[in-house]
């Protein structure tokens, strides 16, 4: 397939790249930013284009004779909690969808995020229940956050009314290449996050399982969580959660079943196929 990956000079970007050309895809990269420090630039299967994908009909072009796109573009935090973040993100994601349905780009994936919840980048972090699975309510109270879940609202939005396409919004958590890189000594600042990660290499499977999968496997638009089953941390995460989170419930059979954390990434394997690797 020939595969557009918008923000590929990014650390998640970089990471998506090396592994839709290690699978035998052709990469179309697009980015605002230059770099000149990647390994693949001289892959003869990948082509970089330089763009401002707040510009529509730029986005446009660069998409062109593309089968799918995974949708990395945007700041990762919400820096000074202002405007920027929000206004770009949004901008962004709706251009890169709103192109797609143009080009009758079926396939779409979008870097969503764990903090479509009240996480780590809010005020106080909130959760209704455990382990945390895609029935969750969205609450952010930052723009970042926020970001991501109007995108996710654009993807609903963009297959109403274009019921060809498949978009899968991936919901990533801390992204680093090995556990260790996501442990911290302070549990307390750390509850925002649930001591949680995904391991940088099985988060690009995610991406491109979302574009790579039989269509018949689902339709419209989903959403996924995608993290590690093991805790960045040191105790227990019933231990963790009786600490920090005391009052909120663990719904019923998970502890029973003997799977351990916050999240619940079922979903994901069930549709996608994807079960976390540590390839580090």
């Known amino acids: 397939m020939k595969i557009a990956i918008t923000g590929c000079n990014g650390g998640v970007g970089r990471r998506v790249v090396r592994w839709v050309l290690k699978e035998g895809h052709i990469a179309v990269g697009a980015d605002c930013v230059i770099a000149q420090d990647t390994d693949f630039y001289n892959n003869p299967a990948f082509s970089f284009h330089p763009v401002d994908l707040k510009d529509f009909d730029a986005t446009l072009k660069v998409f062109e004779d593309c089968d799918a796109i995974i949708q990395l573009a945007a700041f990762p935090h919400p820096m000074d909690y202002k405007t920027k973040v929000h206004n770009d993100n949004v901008v962004i994601t709706w251009n890169v969808l709103r192109a797609a349905a143009e080009l009758g780009i079926n396939r779409v994936a979008l870097a969503s995020s764990v903090n479509v919840l009240r996480g780590v980048f809010s005020t106080e972090p909130v959760f209704h229940y455990f382990p945390i699975d895609e029935n969750h309510p969205c609450e952010p109270d930052e723009p970042y956050g926020l970001s991501k879940l109007i995108s996710e609202m654009q993807a609903n939005t963009i297959v109403r009314r274009y019921p060809s396409m498949r978009v899968a919004s991936i919901r990533i958590h801390m992204f680093v290449p090995t556990c260790a890189r996501a442990y911290r000594q302070d549990y307390f600042r750390a509850r ?15 991406f491109l399982r979302a574009v790579t999968v039989e269509m018949d496997h689902w339709t419209g638009h989903e959403t996924f969580f995608i993290t590690a089953p093991q805790l960045a941390a040191d105790e227990d995460w019933l231990e963790l959660k009786e600490k920090y989170f005391p009052n909120v419930p663990v719904k019923p059979g998970w502890v029973e079943s003997g799977t351990k954390g916050f999240f619940d990434c079922s979903k994901a394997e069930r549709l996608l196929g994807w079960v976390h690797t540590d390839y580090a």
Do not use: I, K, N, P
């Open 192 to 206: 925002g996050d649930l001591w949680g990660y995904v391991q940088m290499d099985s988060a690009a499977d995610a």
